[in-house]
């Protein structure tokens, strides 16, 4: 069964930082890019930051919004991905999720949901003033 599952989240205060972690089964994780987005109420679904399938650092993308303050890893030995997060803000809230690619050894349109086909059930970060 494929599978993704976050942890990680919770309350911070505005300065703080929350390592987030997915961890993913039922697939050859080394195959494909993934991809952190994150969802706050009344609003869409957003991209946070990708990566490759082989974790490359040339081969990362981030949001403008969170460029400098977030970093995107992953272990491949350990089918897990991380989302490194410092220097938080109250306009972090959301819920956070961590998707897998549709298709394997790409890295076009990382930013675009419909370009991921599995999905976790996400993990609320919320950031206090």
């Known amino acids: 069964q494929v599978r993704l599952v976050e942890s990680g989240g919770g309350l911070v205060q505005a300065g703080d930082s929350l390592r987030l972690s997915c961890a993913a089964s039922?697939?050859?994780?080394?195959?494909?890019?993934m991809g952190w987005f994150r969802q706050a109420p009344g609003r869409e679904r957003e991209f946070v930051a990708a990566?490759?399938?082989?974790?490359?650092?040339?081969?990362?993308y981030y949001a403008d919004s969170v460029k400098g303050r977030f970093t995107i890893s992953r272990d491949n030995g350990k089918n897990t991905v991380y989302l490194q997060m410092n220097s938080l803000k109250p306009e972090d809230t959301a819920v956070h999720y961590c998707?897998?690619?549709?298709?394997?050894?790409?890295?076009?349109?990382?930013?675009?949901?419909?370009?991921?086909?599995?999905w976790g059930q996400g993990t609320q970060v919320t950031v206090s003033s």
């Open positions: 998707a897998r690619a549709r298709r394997t050894y790409v890295n076009d349109d990382y930013s675009v949901p419909e370009q991921y086909n599995v």
């Open positions: 039922g697939f050859t994780f080394s195959s494909y890019r």
């Open positions: 990566i490759s399938w082989n974790g490359a650092s040339t081969y990362t």
